[in-house]
């Protein structure tokens, strides 16, 4: 009896072993069946993966847990993620509030050296009816004395104009003379009497220091202080975009510093400085079209200081005394006058010119031998000459007359412009 329950029982066993196996091999079957499906068609792709992911945690991962439990574990506790940002990244080694403080410095040193020069002059409108037009600028006290200060501007700045101000750091305005200019290098010296700097409550000012715009690197940072606009003394910042640039402005060839830094009308005959609040040029022009932005110029200081020290040099300059303009095609046809040579608009009261019997309206087409064709050539021909020099000056008068005068020049400090 007990043999045959032992049989019975190992028959059994067997059964259920032989339905195990087939269990398994339904199972196996069956996943194989479906990747098989999943490979074949593309679509099906997350349906299989849904279906067969339950069946591989339950029959796949109890075999491998062990296994690699343990192995898992100790590299986690072991060891870190590398930082994919270091530390350093987020330690700013120049603060900007510092690059700030930096900038306020360098500003607040050479601003009480930038002047505010307001202009006058003297226009015909299109029924040559006079009138008066302000212009503005900037310029550079660079040099001073017991009763004077010097003051360095583009000449264009001034060009024409019948009265230049001066404001020393938002003063009030005070009457400039001219000691020189250079046109062709677009460099200009003005003064300024202290006498008058103290009546508009200004009793102490501040010459700025020239670098050496040799050491200039393009990248390099710089700084324009500027009467941007005609509203008063403005910084604005940039770099160096290039060096020994030549560029042509109106006919002038001039050796300039290419800069980013905004330059705006009113801007001309300010400073460029560098990092070290020194001048390494004069604010000049700026370029700016559809096409080309934040393009300004400034004049070398290197250029610039031999022009200023040659104008310095020669304080007592000589000068004619005369309002001119340009006489145009249409303004020869209808008052039936020469296209050659320039036209006085106003003679100034005890000049050369006046001492000499030039008058208002003659039209002067040679100056000392040299031809007038306009009055940049005129100017010219006046600053070749020296103080104390007579010249022959050739006019038309009425339209018709033809007379030549014999002018003494007398010293630019006997009136202002």
């Keep these: 009896m007990e043999n045959e329950n032992n049989i019975k029982k190992e028959i059994k066993e067997n059964e259920n072993n032989d339905k195990n196996n087939k269990n398994k091999k339904s199972i196996f079957k069956k996943i194989t069946a479906l990747a098989l499906s999943c490979i074949l068609i593309g679509g099906a792709g ?32 072991k060891s870190k993620p590398d930082k994919i940002i270091s530390d ?22 050479v601003k009480p050296s930038i002047v505010c020069i307001t202009t006058t002059i003297k226009l015909k409108d299109m029924f040559n009816i006079p009138y008066l037009e302000s212009g503005a600028g900037s310029g550079i006290i660079f040099a001073q ?31 400039a003379e001219l000691i020189g200019k250079k ?28 670098g050496n715009s040799d050491n200039l690197n393009m990248g390099d940072s710089v700084i ?23 560029i042509n402005i109106d006919g002038l060839t001039l050796n300039v510093i290419q800069t980013d830094a905004a330059i705006n009308p009113g801007n001309s005959g300010g400073a460029l400085i560098n990092v070290k609040g020194e001048v390494i040029g004069i604010n000049t022009a700026k370029l700016a079209s559809t096409e080309i932005e934040s393009t300004g110029y400034s004049i070398s200081i290197n250029v610039a200081k031999p022009i200023i020290e040659n104008i310095m040099n020669h304080t007592s300059a000589p000068y004619l005394g005369v309002y001119i303009s340009k006489i145009d095609e249409e303004e020869a046809e209808a008052y039936g006058l020469p296209v050659t040579g ?30 007038v064709f306009t009055p940049e050539q005129l100017t010219n021909a006046v600053q070749n000459c020296r103080v104390g020099d007579t010249v022959e000056v050739r006019i038309i008068r009425n339209a018709h007359e033809m007379i030549t005068l014999k002018v003494k020049l007398y010293s630019s400090s006997n009136n202002t412009f």
């Design 46 to 77: 997350g349906f299989a993966i849904g279906f067969c992911t339950p069946l591989i945690q339950k029959i796949v991962l109890p075999q491998i847990k062990n296994y690699t439990y343990k192995t898992v574990t100790s590299f986690a506790r």
């Design 88 to 109: 350093a990244a987020f330690k700013n080694e120049t603060p900007i509030s510092k690059n700030s403080d930096n900038s306020v410095k360098i500003i607040k040193s």
């Design 145 to 175: 004395t017991d009763e004077k200060v010097y003051i360095v501007t583009n000449s264009h700045v001034i060009d024409g104009a019948s009265a230049v101000g001066v404001s020393v750091e938002n003063s009030g305005v005070v009457p």
């Design 183 to 210: 046109e062709t290098a677009d460099i200009a010296v003005i003064s300024i009497k202290k006498s008058d700097l103290i009546r508009v409550g200004v009793n102490k000012v501040t010459a700025a220091k020239f």
């Design 224 to 246: 324009a202080i500027g009467n941007a606009l005609g509203n008063g003394n403005t910084a604005t910042s940039g770099i160096v975009s290039a060096v020994n640039k030549e």
């Design 342 to 371: 320039v036209i006085v608009e106003d003679v100034i009261q005890n000049s050369s010119a006046e001492r000499a019997g030039i008058q208002k309206n003659d039209i002067i087409t040679v100056f000392n031998d040299t031809p």
